[in-house]
């Protein structure tokens, strides 16, 4: 999070140079996690299922359920593992997410009815043999594709219940089920022993009568990353292979997550080493001075520890984060916020930035207007970011592009967050190397537990506990592309805009539509 290089042209080519061939090693290994797999997407009716074919004569068939504010792009990797081990894949979108447009009902039907409608689609599109389709499902699709098999048993084989959630089970339905729950998510490994206990215990034997069942907590992974572990995959293809009756084979382990992780770093990388050239051109010095009452003097008054301004920040920072989930409580005793503007979660996560942003702005920070650079510096700044953490994403976990009722939530959830975006970036204009990491921990830290304390106050928002983790790596990743531009041009619109509509983005296609 250090400034731009002071270093020669020539070392700086290099970095980018460096960053750009971690790039194209990054993407091309994604894409040849695919290599042998035929992958297409289909719509039945108004569905989007995304079909892998393997070359295996006749293979069978399983259907992927992804989990709440999932998509068909994050099963992907549990996907490409089993298409791999021989397996017709269908990965839709469940209703109310991704490209999905049918609402997310209060009883989980329309999820049950979109998992039975992949399953056709593999035996009646993909010549998948009637008793040889299995399912498997994430969190709330784990739910789906257990009571899609309770009440359908004739049309499914076996199911595989990932991070389980809770479903009507018996000694004898679902047929042959298996769970599987990482070691770091507590939760659900208690959910998973509930539920094997209420299904007669662990026994049996796939394939034979249907009442086998089983239990496997995958060690060092939690609710998301069971989602990219090869032993996760592995332990499904093993307990899928004899329920259909199949000799066993080696799994191939898919390792698309690391290699995304790569390609993000490898264009910060590139554009670290870039930066420098480009600020001439995008961010002059008329731009500087982007704080009223603060300027050259406030930041050499901080420099000597004294600076009361930056006192006054630290104490806005800790007031708003605590005071958000407050006044959201408040509201959601008479207003229903979890369902806020037709979109579950997103919506009050992005009002704990606006109410905590404000309040934080309010006390710790004057921002000046907008300088005459800083759209063409957000503009550029956002097509670094999205470039970083977005390009490679539907490869991966993530939809690129949102559908369009989605993409009507990007700008309102983007305006919500950016006051909290403003003070972030703003901090990073008297601080590089250990001190602009501090400030990242310090903003993270605030950021996490506010919204942790939101998701105990406001009833419907516990999910969001689960999405905790992501937070940090996200404002990283803003403070990366960010913090050197702030440095060098004082600029704080362009880069906070930018920051405030990837965060934007990312809640418009992760959460569900009601």
Known sequence: MTGPSAASPSVRWSVVAAGLVVLVVAVW??????????????????????????????????????????????????GLALAHHGYVVALPDLAGHGGNPAPLDGDG?????????????????????????????????SGAVMRAAIERPDRVAGVVAVSPTDADVTPELPPDLKLLAGALEGRFVANAEDLLDR?????????????????????????????????????????????????????????????????????VVAWRGAAPSLVGAFGSEADRGGVRGGGVRTHRVARRGGDVAERRRYLGMAVGALTGPVILAAVAVVLPLTELGGMLVGPVLAAWFAIAGGIWWGIGLRAARPGPWELASGVLLLAVLLLAFGALAPWVWLPLLPSTARALYVLPLAVLTLPWLIVFVAGFRSRRGWQAVGWWALCSVSLLVGVAVAAVLVPGLGFVLLLLPLLPPLLALVAAVTAPWVRATAQLWGPAAAGAVLLGWVMAVLFPLT
């Open 29 to 78: 290994r994604i894409a040849a996690a695919a290599d042998g797999i035929g992958i297409e997407t289909v719509r039945v009716d108004d569905v989007p299922v995304t079909v892998m074919v393997p070359a295996d004569p006749h293979p069978p068939g399983v259907v992927v359920a992804h989990g709440f504010a999932g998509s068909r792009q994050l099963m992907r990797s549990f």
């Open 109 to 141: 039907d329309v999820l049950v009815a979109d998992v039975l409608r992949a399953r056709d689609l593999l035996v009646d599109g993909y010549g998948v043999s009637d008793d040889e389709v299995v399912l498997l499902g994430h969190s709330m699709g």
């Open 199 to 267: 299904a007669g215990g662990a026994g049996g034997v796939p394939g034979e009568d249907g009442r086998a069942r089983d239990l496997e907590v995958i060690p060092g992974v939690e609710h998301v990353t069971i989602l990219f572990s090869p032993r996760a995959h592995a332990a499904a293809a093993r307990w899928l292979d004899a329920v259909v009756d199949r000799e066993p084979r080696p799994s191939r382990p898919v390792w698309v997550i690391g290699w995304w992780l790569a390609a993000l770093l490898g264009t």
